[in-house]
């Protein structure tokens, strides 16, 4: 009998397919089992590649073929051959990035049937009583196939009355089918909208990349809304790919009220593993109308693909920080350009790549400047300059005063402070010991309620202590202001205010941001006290409010990112103020307001103070302006990682023209969970060259880090966003 040597990639951190032997050709995209070492690993075929060379009688069989399912499609292993390239990331690592966990595990997976239900003859000849509207509803509902999800979209008790009708022979299950198109609530669009949704829909069938650039509550959401009306009535698909913090319960349904017979699918990182998979394979399988998702929802594979969104565009957590470093917008725009249809960039802040692409008409302008909301208009902007100021508990006496007085037009108020925690850290007066974190270039962090002090870089935590480690000095001082703090003082100073505070610890679970947003929606909070949790997305209609804190930080940081995320934060949070009807003020505590990005925001000048910022990178010859790739490496001592760099260094021979390296440095934050970092910053103006030198270095990268000492680990991330 012939074998034939079929190609796998394998969850392995090597570059290369590796051959396996099978009594015929598999497809494409087939998963399998396969012996590796003394594993049995997940592999997945591709016939596109040649295996790294083995001896013939070395080669080991395939010991099973995954085929409950099909192979996975062409279009995804394009897409990952594409990242694992451009990101100079082994593929086989790129692949398994890719897919599910379910899919990575060396083991057959099948989907549980999808069903719809459908009235029987006999189910339709008995209708229920007319006052039963709950019956009545979910009765003409099920004249047509309709999936479980949906008929409980139509009623609540939608799982009782299947289950009766299933057991009286009333209603039957019957093969999955699309449901017909279903489309409630649109809103009638302003001119601007209705330009927007009209130049996007007038491409529709190629590729086209728009970058909508909309004010805070200028409805960029419902242009998406529309456009989405239009591919769904195509018979297509729509990814929507936004940021972790935006994927509320109240986005979501937003969309199902707006397609109640749609399946959307829904993707993040909290999932379970079968609810992934069944996501997944719903936009695989092309049953599933919308995909909305978090970065990771950027390699579902929709056969049928008509539109690509990526809501909030500017948002850093699109960036993957391990393994795969990619950028799931970057990535949407590949996936759209792959696919031969438009992309939509939406934010009031787009990042200043966007803003360049936007410029040299690479990518098409689209402008929301007015609020939607009938009588919505951007808030006033007033700066506080506090080196004139005495503060009470880090709060100047104007701040208190309009806290008090929209307490008493109750109005709700937001207090933004980018701090979690009690405060910022602990320390002795009499010999300056502070609270450092044991692993990490950072201090750790008061927790007052739980009495602790918590690193929020690398998560160690400790008991406060009762006197300074360092000196025995019994006071031991918090410095600074955190959101727990805040509240605290809040709370004594407006004793009659109901205050609510949001930050990562006050919002660990679902529920938790459920009951705050019917809390908030029923008026029953006056201020709320929160981190960036709060800047982005949300709609609290009664908010008339927006007092910023401590902003001063990102000023003069030597991170050259900072200022346009300051301001971009700044633009947001101050835009949920005045969102419906009320008017809206925000108040800036700085010791800098004759600096520039608060001039700006002052103006509501986004795009006066993005082309500065970008006028001063292409001067540093900074992205944008130019393209980085760093190498990182860490190891438990800073030496270590830095000794691997310096050999490096030599042997990379003399740069290309047009290429610079700088380096090696130690990162911004040397010190995280006890590893040291140190890292190689390579840079050009061209972006083919920089990464097709680089990807000529591997093998002698990945060669002298076999030689390096044992814990050093390295990795690269081209478009870094973190140095
Ligand atoms: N054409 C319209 N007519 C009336 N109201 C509208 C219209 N479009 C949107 N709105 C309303 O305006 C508010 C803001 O809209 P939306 O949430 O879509 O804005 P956005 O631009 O996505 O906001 P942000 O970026 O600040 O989160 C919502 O309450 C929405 O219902
Ligand atoms: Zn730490």
Redesign the pocket.
């Known amino acids: 009998m012939t074998a034939t040597v079929i190609s796998v990639w394998l969850d392995v951190p090597l570059r290369g397919a590796f051959a396996y032997l099978h009594s015929q050709p598999l497809a494409s995209g087939q998963r399998v089992l396969v012996s590796f070492g003394s594993r049995e690993l997940c592999g997945v075929v591709d016939n596109s590649v040649t295996p790294d060379a083995v001896a013939p009688n070395k080669l080991k069989p395939i010991l099973q073929v995954f085929d409950a399912l099909p192979p996975l499609p062409e279009a995804l292993l394009q897409q990952v051959r594409f990242a694992a390239r451009y990101y100079l990331h082994p593929q086989g690592q790129a692949l398994f990035t890719a897919l599910p966990t379910s899919l990575r595990e060396p083991r057959e997976v099948r989907l549980p049937d999808r069903a719809c239900y459908q009235l029987t003859a006999q189910g339709l000849g008995q209708p229920p009583a007319a006052r039963s509207s709950a019956k009545l509803a979910l009765w003409q509902a099920l004249h047509e196939p309709i999936e479980r999800e949906a008929l409980r979209r139509v009623h609540a008790q939608a799982s009782a009355y299947l289950k009766a009708g299933l057991a009286s022979g009333d209603i039957a299950a019957v093969p999955w089918q699309a449901p017909a198109l279903q489309v409630s609530g649109e ?4 001119a601007e ?1 209705q330009l927007a949704l009209d130049a996007v829909a007038a491409n529709l069938e190629c590729f086209a990349p728009f970058l909508l650039h ?1 004010i ?7 242009v998406y809304l529309q456009l989405i009306a239009r591919v769904l009535a195509q018979g297509r698909q729509v990814l929507v790919v936004i940021p972790e913090i935006n994927l509320t319960p109240q986005l979501i349904d937003r969309f199902a009220r707006r397609f109640p017979a749609t399946r959307i699918v829904c993707l993040h990182s909290n999932l379970a593993d079968g609810e992934r998979l069944e996501g997944w394979c719903d936009g695989w399988l092309g049953r599933a109308g919308i995909v909305i998702g978090t970065r990771l929802a950027v390699f579902t594979p929709l056969p049928q693909l008509g539109l690509v969104i990526v809501d909030e565009e500017h948002d850093g957590s699109f960036k993957q920080q391990d393994g795969l470093r990619y950028h799931a917008r970057d990535l949407a725009v590949w996936r759209a350009h792959a696919a031969n249809v438009p992309v939509l960039l939406g934010s ?1 802040t787009p990042s200043l790549e966007t803003v360049a692409n936007a410029e040299t008409g690479r990518y098409r302008k689209l402008v ?1 400047s007015q ?4 009588s919505a208009t951007l808030p006033q902007v007033g700066l506080l300059d506090i080196r004139r100021q005495k503060l009470a508990e880090g709060l100047a006496a104007p701040v208190v005063e309009a806290l008090q007085q929209t307490l008493a037009r109750r109005e709700l108020s937001l207090v933004f402070i980018n701090r979690r925690g009690y405060s910022p850290v602990l320390a002795c007066s009499a010999c300056g010991w502070t609270s450092a974190c044991k692993h990490c270039s950072a201090r750790m962090v008061l927790h007052l309620s739980a009495r602790q002090l918590r690193c929020h870089h690398c998560g160690a935590c400790e008991r406060i202590p009762l006197q300074c480690p360092s000196c025995g000095n019994p006071d031991v001082q918090p410095l600074g202001e955190g959101t727990q703090r805040l509240e605290a003082a809040l709370q004594r100073m407006l004793p009659e205010a109901r205050i609510l505070r949001i930050d990562r610890d006050s919002t660990s679970s679902k529920a938790a941001w459920d009951a705050i947003y019917q809390r908030v929606h029923a008026g029953e909070v006056d201020i709320l006290v929160g981190t960036q949790m709060l800047a ?2 949300h ?1 609290f209609g009664a908010l008339s409010l927006v007092v910023v804190l401590g902003s001063d930080g990102g000023l003069y940081s030597a991170d050259f990112r900072a200022g346009e995320r300051l301001f971009a934060q700044l633009l947001q949070v101050s ?1 949920r103020a005045g ?2 009807g009320v008017p809206g003020r925000v108040l800036v505590q700085t010791q800098w307001p004759e600096h520039p990005l608060y001039q700006a925001l002052q103006q509501h000048d986004f795009d006066g103070y993005a082309a500065a910022m970008l006028q001063e990178r292409r001067e540093a010859g900074f992205p944008p302006a130019a393209f980085q790739v760093l190498l990182r490496a860490d190891a438990p001592a800073y030496a270590d990682a830095e000794d691997f760099l310096n050999t490096l260094l030599p042997q990379l021979g003399e740069l290309p023209d047009g290429l610079n390296v700088f380096g090696p440095a130690p990162a911004l934050m040397v010190r995280l969970a006890g590893r040291e970092r140190a890292q190689l910053t390579f840079e050009a103006a061209s972006r083919p060259a920089l990464h097709n030198w680089l990807r000529a270095q591997l093998p002698l990268i990945e060669q002298l880090a076999r030689k390096a000492v044992r814990g050093m680990r390295w990795s690269l991330d081209v478009d870094p966003l973190e140095m």
């Not at 609020?371 to 009938?374: E, K, L, T």
């Open positions: 809103l009638a669009l302003n909208q909309g805070t509550g200028s409805g960029k959401t419902e009031a929301l609020r939607a909301h009938g982005k997305g709609d835009g969102r419906a």
